[in-house]
């Protein structure tokens, strides 16, 4: 099955620094890569998401690579806030026949300090 | 998008008991799933429930401990049976956008004494 490794583990930035979180999967069949961010007390939320045709998409302050031959996809947060503190997940899954089981990484906590 | 609500989003209850949790989705859907998020750890699937039909459960979960229940499309129960301190944990309902994507409720943290 389809085995997900993410670091680092914790990341401490100070605002307005930039944040890597880094993620590699052993499945080359995997398709679709989402990123979820999961804030103290709350379920986690779809922030960005990545599908294997393409190598790079942003939105505003997050972007999100894909390198298919390595295997491994990276969060980039840019000009960070204390909001952006949280706790961040990648997956990786394939979305084929209306099934979509991920798995997850283990998560980064993210601190980011004022 | 979906909404989804769950009950009760915490308690703190007593060994050997039973708790079940409630989602309720604004949406009708096919799948949901069940997540489990041991204190400081990943999330781990512990079933896919489908209505009309038994639930899924993922290697290492079985029935008895966390009955499921899909009665319609929109709602699910999920049983966390004969507690002990280990199943101390924060327990997430989930389904399933058209583009893959999951959406979660806030989650019920329950703390087993």
């Known amino acids: 099955g389809e085995n997900v490794e993410q670091h680092p583990s914790t990341l401490s930035v100070q605002e307005g620094d930039s944040a890597v979180i880094k993620c590699t999967y052993s499945?080359?069949?995997?398709?679709?890569f989402p990123w979820y961010k999961q804030e103290l007390g709350k379920g986690p939320q779809l922030i960005i998401d990545?599908?294997?045709?393409?190598g790079e998409k942003k939105d505003q302050r997050i972007a999100v690579t894909l390198n298919k031959t390595a295997k491994h996809f990276s969060l980039h947060i840019t000009e960070t806030q204390p909001e952006d503190s949280a706790v961040y997940f990648c997956a990786a899954s394939l979305t084929s026949g209306g099934s979509y089981i991920p798995t997850f990484g283990r998560g980064t906590s993210l601190i980011v300090h004022p | 998008s979906a909404v989804i609500s769950q009950k009760p989003s915490r308690d703190i209850c007593q060994r050997g008991t039973s708790l079940t949790i409630q989602c309720q989705v604004d949406s009708q859907v096919t799948m949901m799933f069940w997540y489990r998020q041991q204190p400081g750890q990943s999330l781990t699937l512990i079933a896919t429930a489908n209505q009309g039909s038994e639930a899924t459960y993922e290697s290492g979960f079985v029935i008895d401990k966390f009955p499921i229940s899909r009665p319609n499309l929109t709602f699910s129960t999920l049983t966390v049976s004969n507690m002990s301190p280990e199943d101390s944990s924060i327990y997430l309902c989930?389904?399933?956008?058209?583009?893959?994507?999951?959406?979660f409720g806030e989650g019920s943290r329950l703390t087993v004494l």
């Open positions: 499945d080359s069949a995997s398709n679709y």
């Open positions: 990545i599908r294997s045709n393409v």
């Open positions: 989930s389904v399933s956008g058209v583009a893959g994507e999951l959406f």
